[in-house]
RNA sequence: GCCGGUGUAGCUCAGUUGGCCAGAGCAGCUGAUUUGUAAUCAGCGGGUCGGCGGUUCGAAUCCGUCCACCGGCUCCA
């Protein structure tokens, strides 16, 4: 017999061999029914591996998120299973489950392609094989053997994977005729899987590597339900609706023009009043804190990117130096505003006393983006940072990126984004080439990264590769529509430009001291900062950041005189309004209005005018009846500070 | 940059296997309508069918190439 603990701390007495799914069946038969696998000491199991020893074990369904894992890790077999099937001679790789659904890479042969148009087909099998109501059976298996396996059926992929494995650490999984290394888990049975989409093909890199060879990925879901596919499909329609680039558009807001270039977004008259109020918000919030504004050109010579390090690092792959025609100087438009503010730096004799110096600008820089990389205005080739820069003695180090925290933070609440997650973004210990700046200050930065995080109770995690090339950062994320995750807040730690540009201040010893440097942008950009904003409320911006917030929509033209004089008193009063004068009946100039997302609509006839009220009628609310103009006012100004709601 | 897909009027889209002057709705313009909570009616204008090249008696449709966009990969100062 051995002993069971459950997660509630219960312990039952089983028979050695007990599988997690006869564990589950003691319990409740249509628990059974539900479990897709099982943890074992906190490793997740088949439900039907036979547990030999005492363990702590836990149940998995759908709604945890291991659940899912296994549920979709099978899903990727039934689809290898279905490929093989139709298209002999597939090589197989990798196959994993991912955030939402599933993908495999496979290597197909020669002159073979598979697009989405083979998806019905595709799908329709592995449906067909899932009905067989067939188990994934585990079979340890030699690393010999395993090798054999492979070169048998010509497969180099998996024999690379092996080579990377131990013995005694390798199994295969087997469903009906389909053979696969994996380390699983599987699920109880193939049949759980009810409903099948493959949402998507692409090119894939094996092993992420670009300079090997290109596999096809192809993306899944699966669910053990039809109607969550439903669900699933709702979802997807409804992130069509979000999508910025879609809405942007709808709203006025931006637009790209082939002629101008790729990525060269061009705002609109109601964006930039958006991108302006944003401006307005930050700066003013920034001036609270000591922050002082500086501006500098979009370019400088070649010798300044030289000094930062940025042209050794990037100079190749970014746009070329343009050149002056007489003297052949060269110039570059600058990636990054930070060289320029250190030699603004450098124009005060400074002293301890004047630090922290704080300097701001919105900054536009332009950087060579791939091409295959644009995406809206989440990804372009030139973009405006709220940038600064803090110059500080190296024990106001922490305090000052303490202080950036609240306000990165200040700023994401107040717009909204609450599921945000803190990243901290450390050198890839891998390839420390792709670094400036000696190990003793990165280990100083990531240092204080860590220690600001943790003192101000931030969450965090992890990840290794992300740092920029002159430091370490901590990286605030916000999900996109299609829950693509976006850097958007940065705060970085630099002792690396300081020394580049031979900083100084003269501390209280009356000597030399060098400065330490934060970069940081609590947007990131206005370009990605506004698309991920747009796409979180849907393009239905709060009062205090809505291009157009009021629109007086007049019966007919009898009342335009009294729609007027409302435009006028909302005007007065700091608003931006205007009327909708058109010879159109009131429903459509309502549906317009609507479809504008303007936030206050103002319904105004002859019982108003005689009156002087005004009917309110709220974007995505309705009829809020009539009030006069102190009652709108009341209202318009309690919704002043609200923030962005979906 | 790589893989796959898409590109027809300002917008959303039709255009069968290549074949009459390339269509619709919305938007726009003109006129009529003076309107009560999500589309008033009529008339009119608008397109080198993404660009260039080719195949063909004939190309929006087939082929090549370039550009842009979409989804991924790689990259990301």
Not at 366 to 384: A, D, I, M, P
Not at 429 to 455: F, H, L, Q, T, V
């Amino acid at each position: 017999m051995i002993n069971i603990t459950f997660p509630d701390g219960n312990v039952r007495q089983y028979d050695a061999g007990v599988t997690g799914m006869d564990i589950a069946k003691s319990l409740s038969n249509s628990l059974a029914k539900k479990v897709l696998s099982v943890s074992v000491n906190d490793e997740v199991w088949d439900s039907m591996r036979p547990i030999n020893e005492d363990a702590a074990i836990k149940l998995f369904t759908w709604n945890d998120e291991e659940g899912k894992n296994t549920f979709w890790h099978s899903s990727a077999h039934l689809l290898a299973e279905a490929l093989q099937n139709l298209y002999p001679g597939v090589k197989f790789t990798i196959g994993p489950a991912i955030e939402q659904g599933f993908y495999y890479d496979i290597d197909l042969p020669e002159g073979k392609s598979i697009s989405a148009g083979d998806f019905p087909k595709i799908e329709k099998k592995m449906l067909e094989l899932a009905k067989r109501k067939v188990t994934f059976d585990r079979q340890d298996i030699s690393k010999a053997d395993a090798l054999a396996h492979y070169q048998n059926v010509g497969n180099e992929y998996k024999q690379e994977l092996i080579d990377g494995l131990e013995d005694g650490d390798i199994t295969f999984y087997t469903q009906g005729d389909f053979v696969d290394l994996c380390k699983g888990p599987h699920l109880p049975h193939s049949a759980l899987v009810k409903s099948v989409k493959l949402t998507n093909v692409a090119g894939a890199y094996w092993r992420g590597d670009e300079t090997r060879p290109q596999l096809t990925r192809i993306y899944g879901i699966s669910f053990p339900k039809a109607a969550l596919l439903e669900e699933y499909n709702n979802f997807v329609k409804e992130a069509k609706e979000r999508d910025h680039r879609k809405l942007g558009q709808q709203l006025e807001l931006f637009a790209f023009s082939d002629r101008v270039g790729a990525g060269l977004p061009l705002w609109l008259p109601k964006g930039t009043k958006l991108r302006n109020i944003l401006q307005d918000f930050l700066m003013e919030e920034q001036r609270k804190q000591g922050y002082q504004m500086v501006m500098t050109p979009h370019l400088g010579k070649k010798e300044l990117y030289e000094t930062s390090g940025h042209y050794a690092k990037y100079g190749k792959d970014s746009f070329q130096p343009i050149n002056t025609p007489k003297e052949g100087e060269e110039y570059l438009l600058k990636p990054m505003n930070c060289p320029h503010h250190c030699e603004i730096y450098k124009c005060f004799p400074l002293s301890y006393r004047d630090l922290p110096l704080r300097l701001a600008e919105f900054g536009t820089v332009y950087r060579y983006e791939q091409s295959g990389e644009l995406n809206g205005l989440l990804r372009v080739r030139g973009f405006t940072q709220d940038d600064a820069h803090l110059f500080c003695m190296p024990d106001q180090l922490k305090d000052e990126f303490k202080a950036v925290i609240d306000l990165v933070i200040l700023v994401f609440t107040k717009l909204g984004f609450t599921d945000f997650k803190a990243q901290i973004s450390l050198r890839d210990p891998d390839n420390p080439g792709k670094y400036i700046g000696s190990d003793e200050n990165w280990e100083k930065a990531e240092r204080a990264i860590m220690e600001a995080s943790e003192e101000k109770g931030l969450p965090t995690f992890i990840e290794y590769g992300e740092a920029a090339f002159y430091g370490p950062k901590l990286d605030f994320m916000v999900k996109d529509a299609l829950g693509r995750s976006w850097q958007l807040g940065t705060i970085q730690v630099d002792y690396s430009l300081p020394e580049r540009f031979k900083l100084e201040y003269i501390g209280a010893d009356n000597q030399k001291h060098r400065p330490v440097m934060i970069h940081r942008a609590p947007f990131g950009s206005f370009e990605r900062f506004v698309a991920v904003l747009i796409e979180n409320c849907k393009g239905n911006f709060p009062l205090w950041l809505a291009p157009e917030q009021v629109k007086v929509l007049p019966i007919s033209d009898k009342f335009m005189d009294y729609a007027n004089s409302v435009k006028t008193q909302l005007e007065t009063a700091g608003y931006r309004v205007s009327v909708d004068g058109r010879a159109e009946k009131i429903g459509r100039k309502i549906r317009d209005a609507s479809m504008q997302k303007i936030p206050f609509q103002l319904i105004v006839g002859e019982k108003e005018a005689e009156s002087q009220q005004v009917s309110i009628r709220r974007h995505g609310e309705g009829d809020r009846g009539s009030v006069p103009m102190s009652g709108l006012l009341e209202q318009l100004e309690a919704e002043m500070d609200g923030v962005v709601t979906a």
